[in-house]
């Protein structure tokens, strides 16, 4: 059964839509400003020149052995490590900086036996790690030029091991600038994203009227929300604007341990005409086990029972089931529509992004290849936009020309006005609508029949239109009257909670717009006649009753007006 929405939900829905988009594109616009102000300003600066990156030392370790390694380095043990570097001075007019970006780690820095800067994690009851952090520490200027060392340790007791970070020096401006190009990069698809999920989730809703909604839109809109999220707090400028306290640290986990689930459950959707298929049964059990390993991971971080990431192992081994699932869809399913033909490809770019992206996680323990992650998921979201954005768009169209039609059932196509069937359907409602007294007027074009016969039907529909236009200055002077057309020279008024004195005014007014129009029109003019009362809600007389005396009220009103006639209408 198809259903319509109001005017008015129309309006709602279509100015929410336009509000959400508005303020998406304003937020896009002002990150792709402060993209290319960055850039101009490493182009002017080009801070390139003046930051020293530390990217290969010669560590050594607690239990004694020393090696050179490329940094970022991650060792497997729970050893501490150290290296060191010459502190020296960038710029001789400003203070000395380094920039260290790291995670799950506790380091020192010192120089001569003495402390410069100590790093400790948050020591909150579920956030013992402290997850990743971003430090700028200024090196006093008694250091410079002096060998400063670096000692890190693992902040949490488990099998992640030490990553020993690089490192950065340079003045705070200058390593501000260094860098950064990407992560504006990454806002801007995070901020796409998260702008289409709310689109989307705005059309869902309108789909869901019409019972068009799938659930395939719902995840992709789903996906789309918690990529978006998880790329934002996963840049390391958000560092810099963003407390990574307890909040940020969730958002990430739980927007990376929900990511798989939406696009599993999106190709358990997609073979849900081949149940019997080991695909589809696979990806549903796999689909189950992601849920319980959010549910779970949850449970026991809030419970300081174990950390997230001391249960990341677990997490990236059902990523790599579903990324080898996924690989297999593309074989498994029968391609009959274009369509499915798009949604596969999609899902094959995206699941090759983030199985690029995992692997080279698990290999150096970072996330630089964000951006293709990002890439791959906007290219996946554009096509179900698409789709979902057409369905959206011929639905509106669809309920638009419904509403329209309908429209057009109760309108007099010659006046404009309500026609019979509008007049029906008002009297049928009458005891939905709270009122104390109802007005009704009956008026009747004098000898239309006559005009017709002596001057044609033309002259018959230009007196008819007069007087439609004569109602329509009434309407706009009293607004609460509605107007029937009830068919040839016929009309209906009603007003509600209008009084017997109320009705005087009126038929006063329409006697002087009258004479106002015949006035403009010299070459033509017309009488009518007028019957009208006051009817009340809750009486005993029925108001069809009612109607036919003021219908002969009407027709009285004819005779008299007919006897003090003194000219035709020409």
């Known amino acids: 059964m198809k259903r319509n929405i109001s005017d008015k939900k129309h309006k709602f829905l279509f100015f929410s839509l336009l509000f959400i988009f508005c303020v998406s594109m304003g937020s896009i616009l002002f990150f792709i400003y402060e993209y290319l102000m960055h850039y101009d300003m490493v182009w002017d600066n ?120 690089n490192i950065f020096l340079g003045t705070h401006s200058d390593l501000i600038l260094y860098g950064n190009e990407e992560d ?34 719902l995840l992709v809109s789903l996906y789309s929300l918690s990529i978006g999220f998880y ?121 090759a992004t983030l199985s690029v992206s995992l692997l080279f996680y698990m290999i150096t323990d970072s996330v630089e290849s964000m951006i293709f992650v990002g890439i791959g998921s906007l290219i996946f979201v554009g096509f179900q936009a698409s789709i979902l954005i057409r369905l959206y768009t011929d639905i509106y169209k669809e309920n638009y020309l419904s509403v329209f039609n309908k429209k057009l059932a109760f309108i007099d196509n010659l006046t404009r006005l309500y026609n019979r069937n509008a007049f029906e359907r008002e009297i049928s409602r009458l005891d939905e609508i709270e009122y104390d007294k109802l007005a009704i007027i009956i008026i009747d074009i004098n000898d239309l029949k006559l005009i017709n016969d002596n001057y044609g039907h033309n002259s018959g529909d230009i007196a008819i239109k007069l007087m439609a236009e004569i109602i329509k200055k009434t309407i706009d002077k009293y607004k609460k009257i509605k107007s029937f057309r009830m068919g040839g020279d016929e009309f209906l008024m009603l007003g509600y909670d209008f009084d017997k004195w109320k009705l005087e005014e009126v038929k ?63």
Do not use: C, W
């Open 231 to 351: 790329i934002i707090v996963r840049s390391p400028i958000v560092y810099m604007y963003l407390y990574r306290g307890a909040f940020s640290y969730y958002l990430e986990y739980v927007s990376m341990l929900f990511l798989p689930i939406p696009l599993l459950l999106f190709l358990v959707d997609m073979f849900n005409s081949d149940k019997k298929s080991l695909i589809y049964k696979s990806l549903l059990v796999l689909s189950f086990i992601s849920i319980a390993n959010l549910i779970t991971q949850l449970f026991l971080n809030i419970f300081s029972i174990k950390e997230f990431i001391e249960m990341q192992k677990i997490s990236q081994g059902i990523f790599i089931l579903a990324f080898v699932l996924a690989f297999f869809v593309p074989f498994a399913m029968k391609f009959k529509e274009q369509l499915k033909k798009s949604y596969i490809f999609s899902v094959l770019l995206l699941n």
């Open 184 to 217: 504006y990069l990454l806002f801007f698809i995070s901020f796409i994203l998260i702008a289409y999920s709310l689109e989307s989730l705005m059309m869902l809703g309108f789909l869901t009227i019409y019972k068009k909604a799938t659930f395939k839109m």
């Open 46 to 165: 080009n801070p390139h020149d003046r930051v020293i990156e530390i990217d290969k030392a010669l560590v050594k370790s607690s239990d004694g052995s020393r090696a050179t390694f490329n940094l970022p380095h991650k060792f497997s043990d729970e050893n501490k490590y150290s290296y060191e570097f010459i502190a020296e001075r960038t710029n001789p007019h400003e203070d000395l900086y380094v920039k260290i970006k790291g995670a799950y780690l506790k380091f020192t820095m010192s120089s001569e036996n003495n402390l410069i800067y100590e790093h400790k994690p948050y020591d909150t009851t579920f956030f013992k790690s402290g997850g990743d952090f971003l430090r700028f520490i200024r090196i006093p200027d008694k250091y410079i030029g002096k060998t400063i060392q670096l000692e890190f340790e693992s902040a949490i007791e488990s099998s992640y091991g030490v990553r020993i970070p």
């Open 508 to 570: 006063r007014y329409m006697d002087e717009v009258s004479e106002e129009i015949m006035q403009k029109n010299n070459d033509f003019s017309f009488d009518f006649a007028i019957g009208y009362g006051v009817y009340y809600h809750g009486g005993q007389e029925d108001i069809f009753d009612f109607i036919a005396k003021v219908d002969r009220k009407m027709y009285q009103d004819k005779v008299i007006r007919k006897n003090k006639m003194k000219s035709n209408p020409y």
